[in-house]
């Protein structure tokens, strides 16, 4: 028969076990919160950059001419009545006016292989330009992206060279993402599918596993501090205030400003006379 000191060991060893395989689950349960976290955030990071795109390509030249008109208006006001404090005004409504420019910026883009541009050729003509192109990611370009963002993610390999390799690999996936490149997408998921397995797991020791939760939570509070960050810029509000059509802010933020330029013009106008 076991002695009580044998029995007492095999007890003390099935009870660290146990111990073990409850923070191998509280593991495999952190990282895969952390990456449907990073999923999360950087979904957003690309709508906001995004967005950023399109309202600079599209309300861009309105904020300019109301800066211009702030500048005309002031400059009017200080020929009118001479004041030093005037004067002073319109000098710093004049700097905050972008400066033109120059010959090789001001082309930039306008001319390729077939010649000008169609927005360049719009613009030339005085017709409207065209709208810029819609560039979020579609919805088969975001299911892709979690999918291979889940199944290739850095974070769920422990090797370090497992964990380059699927690096480099979901550099080339948030590339394709950002660009919404549906059949870029589609072929890195071919290439994963047809790629090596990932390694089989090692018995972990509970040291390890305690550094490996130790990582994740210091990899999760800088997730969250880059999402507060992207959801305090003004572009982010913008997108919070409309996720699910935020083309309709661009919409109605020109509506402002087109009746915003129309009242600085009706005063520049009274200012002329």
């Known amino acids: 028969m076991p002695s009580e000191e044998s029995r007492s060991e095999e007890s003390r060893s099935e009870e660290e ?30 709508e906001v950059e995004n967005f950023s795109r399109l309202h600079h390509q599209r309300l861009g030249p309105m904020y300019s001419r109301l800066d211009e008109l702030d500048a005309l208006i002031a400059e009017a006001v200080a020929a009118r009545t001479g004041d ?28 390729d292989s077939e010649g000008l541009s169609p927005e360049a050729a719009a613009m030339l003509t005085e017709r409207p330009v065209q709208p810029p192109p819609r560039v979020r990611p579609s919805e088969e370009a975001r299911r892709i992206y979690r999918e291979l963002a889940r199944k290739a993610h850095p974070d769920l390999a422990e090797e370090e060279a ?36 990932p390694p089989e797991r090692r018995a972990s020791r509970s040291e390890e596993l305690y550094a490996r939760l130790e990582w994740l939570a210091e990899r999760k509070e800088m997730l969250a501090a880059a999402a507060a960050e992207l959801e305090s810029s003004a ?10 059509d935020p083309d ?26």
Not at 162 to 190: C, K
Not at 235 to 244: D, L, S, V
Request: negative net charge; aromatic residues 6%.
């Open 17 to 46: 076990a146990r111990a073990a395989e409850r923070l191998e689950r509280a593991v495999r349960a952190a990282e895969q919160a952390l990456i449907e976290f990073e999923i999360a955030v950087e979904t957003f990071r690309v």
């Open 84 to 111: 030093p404090e005037d004067i002073r005004k319109a000098r710093e409504a004049r700097g905050l006016v972008l400066p033109m420019p120059g010959v090789e910026e001001l082309f930039n883009g306008w001319i």
């Open 162 to 197: 497992e964990r380059e390799r699927r690096g480099a690999f979901i550099v080339r996936v948030n590339a394709a993402y950002a660009a919404g490149d549906v059949e870029t997408l589609r072929a890195l998921a071919e290439e994963w599918a047809a790629g090596p397995p």
């Open 235 to 244: 572009i982010g509000a913008m997108i919070k205030m409309a996720p699910e």
């Open 248 to 273: 309709r802010l661009l919409d109605e933020i020109a509506e402002q400003l087109l009746t915003q330029a129309a009242e600085k013009e009706a005063r520049l106008a009274e200012l002329a006379r």
